[in-house]
């Protein structure tokens, strides 16, 4: 059996790659790819920003076990599992042996694995843009609930489990001001959450679509940057809403400017939470006294702790009808046609795309 997989060699060009599936591995398995999404750091690949050796898109998928290998009978949270079973993988593997995994901080795991780099390396089916993924031993997986659809599924890994552990990194409490500046699907996703937990909701972003889905997601207020177009409106604006100042800014923005605006924004004493800019090439000039007169906490949230992937799959059997989940992902498209998806989701003309490797 063939399966196809893309790669991205320099910005804006994609290419797919056909390989025969492989026998899963020993402790691990071969799944199926129903839904891969376009998630910020495909976008950023898209526009060349991960520097000029090529790279494999696709990290977010929901799939079905195609192939079980030897010795796996149940997901990483001791659910009985089959072939067939709907199931959703961490797209990166933890090495339990490091400093940080030794201490219990997994989410800061010094030598975790993700894919290859080019598709020709075997097991070639390594990123999600593609057919089939392989999961490798030790890597965690857990079966999707019944209530939960691919399309939403797929997106708990990593938009969500991301900004569910971010929430808890900076102990946002209940009563607490959260903001959240950029509301594509991370930032909707961390208001969902927020306000589950009883905390305010402050969403910052510049496009109609996204403000109201801002406010679908749990957001109280909104921030429209166009009406306050630089930061020290915006500082301002929040300050009224707040009838003082946020407890925690959550940027999910993704661009160096937003970082300062998310440590002036904040309280003193607050919690900045770094988790959208992910571009080594951009910059941005920061004071660090600052940090110092503020008395700031500035947590950088790369990725979660594994089992983070299930509290965000049990969140999501919880809340499907409460936020409007199903909607999220507002555009899919055959994997052929990953470059139309790339080029919609750069141009910020859909929340968050689909791509359904199983049709055409
Ligand atoms: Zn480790
Ligand atoms: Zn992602």
């Given at each position: 059996m063939k399966g196809k997989i893309a790669y991205i060699p320099a910005g804006h060009q994609i290419e797919f790659h056909e390989y025969d599936v492989p026998a899963p591995p020993a402790g691990g398995l071969v799944a199926s790819v129903t839904q891969t999404n376009v998630c910020g750091s495909e976008v950023h690949m898209w526009k060349g920003e991960f520097g000029r050796r090529g790279i494999m898109p696709g990290h977010e998928m929901s799939g079905r076990i195609h192939a079980l290998g030897a010795g796996v009978s149940a997901d990483f949270a001791?659910?009985?599992?089959?072939?067939?079973?709907?199931?959703?993988?961490?797209?990166?593997?933890?090495?339990?042996?490091?400093?940080?995994?030794?201490?219990?901080?997994?989410?800061?795991?010094?030598?975790?694995?993700?894919?290859?780099?080019?598709?020709?390396?075997?097991?070639?089916?390594?990123?999600?843009?593609?057919?089939?993924?392989?999961?490798?031993?030790?890597?965690?997986?857990?079966?999707?609930?019944?209530?939960?659809?691919?399309?939403?599924?797929?997106?708990?890994?990593?938009?969500?489990?991301?900004?569910?552990?971010?929430?808890?990194?900076?102990?946002?409490?209940?009563?607490?001001?959260?903001?959240?500046?950029?509301?594509?699907?991370?930032?909707?996703?961390?208001?969902?959450?927020?306000?589950?937990?009883?905390?305010?909701?402050?969403?910052?972003?510049?496009?109609?679509?996204?403000?109201?889905?801002?406010?679908?997601?749990?957001?109280?207020?909104?921030?429209?940057?166009?009406?306050?177009?630089d930061a020290e409106s915006r500082e301002k604006r929040v300050r009224e809403l707040c009838h003082g100042w946020p407890d925690m800014v959550l940027e999910v923005a993704g661009v160096p400017d937003a970082f300062l605006e998310a440590m002036r924004m904040v309280r003193i004493g607050g919690r900045v939470i770094e988790v959208g800019n992910i571009s080594n090439a951009l910059t941005v000039t920061i004071p660090p006294s600052m940090v110092t007169f503020k008395s700031l906490e500035v947590i950088g949230v790369a990725t979660y702790p594994p089992?983070?992937?299930?509290?965000?799959?049990?969140?999501?059997?919880?809340?499907?009808?409460?936020?409007?989940?199903?909607?999220?992902c507002d555009a899919t498209f055959p994997l052929a046609r990953a470059a139309e998806a790339l080029d919609r989701s750069e141009r910020r003309e859909i929340t968050r795309a689909g791509l359904l490797p199983q049709e055409g």
């Open positions: 001791g659910t009985p599992v089959r072939e067939g079973d709907r199931i959703a993988p961490v797209y990166y593997t933890v090495c339990n042996r490091c400093v940080n995994c030794v201490a219990g901080n997994h989410a800061a795991c010094i030598a975790k694995t993700l894919g290859a780099r080019h598709p020709d390396e075997p097991p070639h089916f390594t990123a999600t843009f593609a057919t089939h993924y392989v999961i490798k031993p030790g890597q965690n997986f857990y079966k999707v609930p019944d209530n939960v659809p691919d399309a939403v599924a797929s997106a708990a890994n990593c938009a969500m489990s991301q900004v569910y552990w971010s929430l808890d990194r900076g102990r946002l409490a209940y009563g607490e001001t959260v903001v959240v500046l950029g509301a594509g699907g991370l930032g909707l996703h961390a208001m969902a959450i927020a306000k589950a937990r009883g905390a305010r909701v402050i969403a910052v972003d510049s496009f109609d679509l996204r403000l109201k889905q801002a406010r679908r997601f749990g957001a109280d207020e909104t921030v429209d940057m166009r009406e306050y177009p089992h983070y992937l299930k509290k965000s799959l049990d969140f999501l059997a919880t809340h499907i009808d409460r936020y409007p989940y199903r909607e999220l």
